[in-house]
């Protein structure tokens, strides 16, 4: 099986028939008539919702009546490879989709998907990684979701995205500038696509990065992107200390000052 092809399918097809998004049962029978996926007679678009639930697909994402469907990621494909690139998909390690969606609250912006959540197809998987946790402890979400079900975040108004989308790393500080030139302009495309209220970037690291500039200042931030205003909070790594202080405060106390603003 080629999730690559898969998905490159899926994304050139909603291109050719002029959609912004596809049930999965459609996706299925594409797949199944172009020989890349099997499809079940008895369960039809099983082979593809077991590939949904792994968060494989670009695009995807599940209404609360548990259907799935997949949206158009982005248009003008020039070639396959490039395409493939374009729209989110592996090279060098596992990319997680893009959960994101117009009125959202608030979009966490981490600067790339760390290894333990590429091997686990899912945001901040890490064994000690306190975002979820402190997601509804905050006050952010009134259910306690985990890595496994991290696409519901949407029904809270919450958006999840990365800086680089097209790898992954264990230890993002040894990156350097250059390697963001191209993925920052993308994630300002998606700011100005989408319009979230606030844009939370997790970790000092990831908001230097974006700005190109050193800052130790914690919560929210004068700059905007675009419409949407900027708040920062100490990442939830589990390398990080939940009793550091930053600025007076726990980061506990700095995700319920971004929840206190969200409500």
């Given at each position: 099986?080629?999730?690559?092809?898969?998905?490159?399918?899926?994304?050139?097809?909603l291109?050719?028939?002029?959609w912004?998004e596809?049930?999965?049962?459609?996706?299925?029978?594409?797949?199944d008539?172009?020989?890349?996926?099997?499809d079940?007679?008895?369960?039809?678009?099983?082979?593809?919702?077991?590939?949904?639930?792994?968060?494989?697909?670009?695009?995807?994402?599940?209404?609360s009546?548990?259907?799935?469907?997949?949206?158009?990621?982005?248009?003008?494909?020039?070639?396959?490879e490039?395409?493939?690139r374009?729209?989110?998909?592996?090279?060098?390690?596992?990319?997680?989709?893009?959960?994101?969606?117009?009125?959202?609250?608030?979009?966490?912006?981490?600067?790339?998907?760390?290894?333990?959540?590429?091997?686990?197809?899912?945001?901040?998987?890490?064994?000690?990684?306190?975002?979820?946790?402190?997601?509804?402890?905050?006050?952010?979400?009134?259910?306690?979701?985990?890595?496994?079900?991290?696409?519901m975040?949407?029904?809270?108004?919450?958006?999840?995205?990365?800086?680089?989308?097209?790898?992954c790393?264990?230890?993002?500080?040894?990156?350097?500038?250059?390697?963001?030139?191209?993925?920052?302009?993308?994630?300002?495309e998606?700011?100005?696509?989408?319009?979230?209220i606030?844009?939370?970037?997790?970790?000092?690291?990831?908001?230097?990065?974006?700005s190109g500039?050193?800052?130790?200042?914690?919560?929210?931030q004068q700059?905007?992107?675009?419409?949407?205003?900027?708040?920062?909070?100490?990442?939830?790594?589990?390398?990080?200390?939940?009793?550091?202080?930053?600025?007076?405060?726990?980061r506990?106390?700095?995700?319920?000052?971004l929840?206190?603003?969200?409500?």
């Open positions: 099986m080629d999730i690559n092809k898969i998905n490159f399918l899926i994304q050139r097809q291109q050719i028939n002029g912004q596809t049930t999965a049962i459609e996706a299925a029978k594409w797949l008539s172009a020989g890349l996926l099997k079940s007679e008895v369960r039809p678009g099983y082979p593809l919702r077991n590939l949904l639930r792994k968060g494989l697909i670009i695009g995807q994402y599940q209404k009546n548990r259907r799935w469907f997949i949206k158009l990621a982005k248009q003008g494909f020039d070639s396959q490039v395409a493939l374009r729209i989110g998909t592996v090279t060098n390690g596992y990319v997680l989709p893009d959960y994101l969606d117009f009125r959202l609250k608030v979009v966490f912006v981490g600067t790339i998907v760390g290894n333990k959540s590429a091997a686990k197809k899912h945001y901040y998987s890490g064994k000690n990684n306190k975002f979820w946790s402190l997601l509804k402890e905050a006050g952010i979400i009134d259910k306690k979701l985990s890595p496994e079900n991290d696409y975040v949407l029904d809270f108004g919450v958006g999840l995205t990365d800086i680089v989308k097209d790898d790393t264990s230890n993002d500080v040894n990156l350097k500038q250059s390697d963001f030139s191209i993925p920052i302009q993308e994630l300002n998606k700011i100005k696509k989408y319009k979230p606030f844009v939370c970037f997790n970790g000092m690291n990831a908001y230097e990065i974006y500039k050193k800052s130790k200042v914690f919560g929210l700059n905007r992107i675009y419409e949407s205003r900027v708040f920062i909070v100490p990442s939830t790594s589990g390398r990080v200390s939940s009793s550091k202080i930053y600025r007076g405060r726990t506990m106390e700095w995700f319920k000052e929840g206190r603003l969200l409500n």
